[in-house]
T-cell receptor, first 111, second 116 residues
Framework: GEDVEQSLFLSVREGDSSVINCTYT??????LYWYKQEPGAGLQLLTY?????DMKQDQRLTVLLNKKDKHLSLRIADTQTGDSAIYFC???????????FGAGTTVTVRA | DAGVTQSPTHLIKTRGQQVTLRCSPK?????VSWYQQALGQGPQFIFQ???????QRGNFPDRFSGHQFPNYSSELNVNALLLGDSALYLC???????????????FGPGTRLTVL
């Protein structure tokens, strides 16, 4: 789980859906996480998925996993100003303990 | 129920000095991991402690060391500080195995270290 890549910036209008993308490179047995970081704060765990799943939904959040392309996305429905933050994708292989993070996507919500 | 706590919040040191950062895990958690987050980057894994032993280590030099106490709290020590050690140091805790949230790592607010 060493190479996790994300696009760096996303701008979205309030009320629209946001889609944040991530690609990872490691094994077929891995956990994939989404974390949110607001300015000056630590990381808040939003959701996670195991690589044997295709989708997970939790209120306004939907995670989609394309195992063939090793592509993960986080969709935020009805994006609000409070969703402005940096979003990190991370992976952890089964049997490993460390999280490997991408560089983060800065999401800016405009009125 | 308190989450993961870290102290101090901010710290300023000069090159060559030594620093100790502290972390208390979330209640019910027995595993502590430390990460370094440089400005504009994602967190990088330093090491993880479980049952008072270092269980896994990332690509960090021996200047970075740690300790876990019987109450599961942990310290991160950095010797011979370099300018490049300036970063946000994050502690994360994980619950005991067998629980529904076993695969989750919960992060504290971090300690901002500035090396001058």
């Amino acid at each position: 789980g060493e190479d996790v890549e994300q696009s760096l910036f996303l701008s979205v209008r309030e009320g629209d859906s946001s889609v944040i993308n991530c690609t990872y490179t490691d094994s077929s047995s891995t956990y994939l996480y989404w974390y949110k970081q607001e300015p000056g704060a630590g990381l808040q765990l939003l959701t996670y998925i195991f690589s044997n799943m295709d989708m997970k939904q939790d209120q306004r959040l939907t995670v989609l996993l394309n195992k063939k392309d090793k592509h993960l996305s986080l969709r935020i429905a009805d994006t609000q100003t409070g969703d402005s933050a940096i979003y990190f994708c991370a992976e952890r292989d089964l049997g490993d303990y460390k999280l490997s993070f991408g560089a983060g996507t800065t999401v800016t919500v405009r009125a | 129920d308190a989450g993961v706590t870290q102290s101090p919040t901010h710290l300023i040191k000069t090159r060559g000095q030594q620093v100790t950062l502290r972390c208390s895990p979330k209640s019910g958690h027995d595993t502590v991991s430390w990460y370094q987050q440089a400005l504009g980057q994602g967190p990088q894994f330093i090491f993880q402690y479980y049952e008072e032993e270092e269980r896994q280590r990332g690509n960090f030099p021996d200047r970075f060391s740690g300790h876990q106490f019987p109450n599961y709290s942990s310290e991160l020590n950095v010797n011979a500080l370099l300018l490049g050690d300036s970063a946000l140091y994050l502690c994360a805790s994980s619950p005991l195995p067998g629980g529904s949230s076993y695969n989750e790592q919960f992060f504290g607010p971090g300690t901002r270290l500035t090396v001058l």
